[in-house]
């Protein structure tokens, strides 16, 4: 059995309009899985990632590398676990991206030389150099996402976290972002609404509704079963339909 | 590529350190604002010598002017209240408004040419090397931010709001549009730097210190031409 990376314990959360987002998770990752976390909208899923690096804190426990996020040791849970936001406007904020690829990596105090190397290094492996000196405000919605992967991929962390990564993404830049998740080694909790992308790169699947988790099993067993997820405003996915299909043609 | 292609600055004033450029802009607008109402010969040197700076750091004062201009309704508001109070002759009134115009005018001018050479990170490492508090820093830094987030969501509703309007514009109808925007747009800049927040709470921002990849360290030429600016501002007071 691979090691625990991440444990989230009767974790409930409530906004202060008292809107309940999350009701008792309870979940784990393993080192090297991608879990996807799906559900309608206003299901908590946004809600239960900003929990995994403690930008959201709530009753429950929620452990990273077996230790609790709590406030002494944020700063150390934020250099493990990168929180790709869904709109890449909100992750980008900084001058130029240069410095919006650099920020975690100044907050972590690391030296001038290291930090440009990184920079530039993670620029060209998404096929964002020349680009460093541009203002994010003029990049293609495209662009911008991957940007936003640069942000946390810098600080290499051990758990990806991403939240509607595909979303509003062309089906090449889509298929592109596709391609590079699947090269990245380290465990990834992926969100979304988009569950083609999900049976592609997910190796276990949590349904989620109304701040609850529904159910958990592997792609198949979850991305199969039209009742389930039409009983919670999903559809079961067209790669999985006709995945079907083709298993019943006799050839 | 190198640190200093990415931090390009390509003229003396970008390349100053940002204290000594803090430190001329106080030292220029104390001996503008002492100026007495009868000075309009140092005012004309003060103009010059901002007009001598823009010039060497290729900066062009008419934009600096032009965007000046924009808070000139500020200073006729200012002026009424000038000659509607006080027991001053009307020309001494007169001539009031017009040094205080004059002055403000000149202040609002450098403070322009500094921003235009002086990138707002650096700006921010100077406050804190200066030993301003860093929660001041702090709230300068996101009052920046939120300025152009504000402007932002202001751009995108407006957007909205054309794409939806049809005919003629009534005035009524809009004070009522845009009073149901105001807030909107309070609304909602606040749940997106609320967002941007969480985005840099999550890269390890600690909510203290602004940390910048640069290192302010002043070298003799800041010195030089600090002391340099400074003398010909004493000069200009004894002069003229």
Not at chain 1, 14 to 24: E, K, N, S, W
Not at chain 2, 153 to 176: P, W
Not at chain 2, 184 to 205: D, W
Request: charged share 25%.
């Amino acid at each position: 059995m691979r090691d625990k990376v991440l444990e989230v314990k009767e974790l409930s959360f409530t906004y202060p309009d008292q809107t309940c987002a999350l009701r008792g998770v309870s979940f784990a990752v393993h080192r090297g899985e991608t879990l996807a976390i799906i559900g309608p909208n206003g299901a908590g899923k946004s809600t239960l990632l900003l929990h995994l690096n403690g930008v959201l804190r709530g009753p429950g426990r929620v452990e990273v590398l077996s230790e609790s996020v709590l406030r002494k040791s944020l700063r150390q849970i934020r250099s493990k676990v990168g929180l790709v936001f869904h709109d890449p406007d909100d992750q980008l904020f900084m001058p130029t991206i240069f410095d919006d690829v650099a920020f975690g990596l100044v907050q972590q105090e690391r030296p001038a030389d290291e930090i440009l190397e990184r920079v530039m290094r993670i620029l060209r492996a998404l096929g964002l150099e020349g680009l460093e000196r541009r203002s994010a405000a003029h990049l293609s919605l495209g662009e911008k996402k991957k940007t936003a992967l640069a942000t946390v991929l810098v600080l290499e962390p051990e758990i990806l976290v991403l939240d509607e990564p595909a979303s509003g993404l062309d089906p090449g830049t889509r298929r592109t972002l596709i391609g590079l998740l699947k090269k990245f080694s380290m465990t990834k909790i992926i969100a979304s609404h988009d569950l083609d992308l999900v049976a592609e790169i997910a190796s276990r699947v949590i349904l989620m509704d109304a701040g609850q988790l529904i159910a958990e099993g592997n792609p198949e067993a979850i991305l199969g079963n039209q009742d389930l997820l039409e009983g919670h405003r999903l559809e079961v996915p067209l790669s999985v339909v006709l995945r079907k299909a083709l298993k019943n043609i006799p050839l | 590529m190198s640190q200093a292609k990415l931090n390009v600055r390509t003229n003396f004033l970008r390349k100053l350190d940002p204290r000594v450029k803090i430190f001329l802009f106080v030292a220029f607008s104390l001996t503008a604002a002492v100026t007495p109402v009868s000075g309009e010969r140092r005012f004309a040197a003060y103009f010059l010598f901002l007009l001598a700076i823009a010039a060497l750091s290729r900066q062009s004062l008419a934009r600096s002017i032009k965007q000046t201009a924009l808070l000139f309704p500020f200073l006729l508001g200012l002026g009424l209240t000038i000659f509607l109070f006080g027991r001053e002759t009307p020309a001494q009134k007169l001539n009031l408004f017009l040094t205080l115009g004059i002055k403000t005018f000149l202040i609002l001018l450098a403070l322009q040419l500094f921003f235009l050479t002086t990138e707002f990170y650096r700006f921010l490492k100077a406050l804190e090397s200066l030993r301003v508090p860093s929660l001041a820093v702090a709230i300068v830094s996101f009052a920046h931010r939120y300025v152009f987030l504000f402007r932002e969501e202001v751009d995108r509703l407006m957007k909205a709001k054309k794409s939806r309007t049809f005919g003629r514009k009534k005035i009524r109808r809009e004070i009522t549009i845009v009073s149901h925007l105001v807030p909107a747009i309070a609304t909602r800049s606040l749940e997106r730097s609320e967002r941007i927040y969480a985005a840099m709470l999550s890269r390890g921002y600690d909510r203290k210190t602004i940390r910048t990849l640069d290192v302010l360290k002043l070298r003799k030429e800041d010195i030089l031409v600090g002391c340099l600016a400074i003398f010909l501002l004493v000069v200009i007071m004894i002069v003229f």
